[in-house]
């Protein structure tokens, strides 16, 4: 199979501090990984695509300075959320394409509070 | 830019009913379409993936459906259990990306 996983689950942060998200493919490399934002009630967005050895491709208004997004291993991409405030509050979702098969594995995802 | 519609957004039934939800895309330039499952606060399950040249994918008690010129799949659910109470998403796939619908969120009441 094709395990994806998602570290941490859930985080609290204070409004202003920086938090790292990190998505890992266990069993596959993954040249190509996403990142989600989910609210509530409402589907995922896509953010990002994170490519291994090079920049992330950002969504339309996305802010790339505050979504640091760095895939240095084929097994291994993260996010930071910079300065964090209240309103990044969310549920981040990341998924890797296991090389080829176009068949997306996701993440369990990490609920991030910022009080 | 590729819009995906899941009709109905809540879907609530009793246990053992068959059931069929709808998903409509905008573009039918997709390379496939995948069905998934996310529990409440949860990352998503893989159920069924069909590519662009298949016509439908089965997999124990579901079955999807793809009809790519009409823009249309649909996910069958035969037999429905309590268990299978979640939110339901349809992703195709167009230019490297996935695009959600809404979801249904479908509950099944024993």
């Known amino acids: 199979g094709a395990v994806v996983s998602q570290h941490p689950s859930w985080v609290i942060c204070k409004s202003g501090t920086s938090v790292k998200i990190e998505c890992r493919s266990l069993?596959?490399?993954?040249?190509?990984m996403f990142w989600y934002r989910q609210f509530p009630k409402q589907s995922l967005m896509l953010m990002a695509t994170?490519?291994?050895?090079?920049?992330?491709?950002?969504e339309q208004g996305v802010e790339k300075d505050k979504f640091l997004i760095n895939h240095a291993s084929l097994t291994l991409s993260t996010l930071t959320v910079t300065s964090a405030h209240p309103e990044d509050s969310s549920f981040y979702i990341c998924s890797a394409d296991k090389t080829g098969t176009h068949g997306y594995t996701f993440g369990s995802g990490t609920r991030l509070t910022v009080v | 830019k590729q819009e995906v519609t899941q009709i109905p957004a809540a879907l609530s039934v009793p246990e053992g009913e068959n059931l069929v939800l709808n998903c409509s895309f905008t573009?039918?330039?997709?390379?496939?379409l995948q069905w998934f499952r996310q529990d409440p606060g949860k990352g998503l399950t893989s159920l069924l993936l069909i590519q662009s040249s298949q016509r439908e994918q089965t997999s124990g008690r579901l079955n999807a459906s793809l009809d790519k010129s009409s823009g249309r799949s649909t996910l069958y659910i035969a037999a429905s259990q309590p268990g299978d109470s979640a939110t339901y998403l349809c992703a195709p796939l167009e230019g490297g990306k996935l695009i959600f619908g809404q979801g249904t969120e479908l509950s099944v009441k024993p």
């Open positions: 069993d596959f490399q993954a040249t190509t």
């Open positions: 573009d039918s330039a997709i390379y496939n």
């Open positions: 994170s490519n291994e050895g090079s920049k992330a491709t950002y």
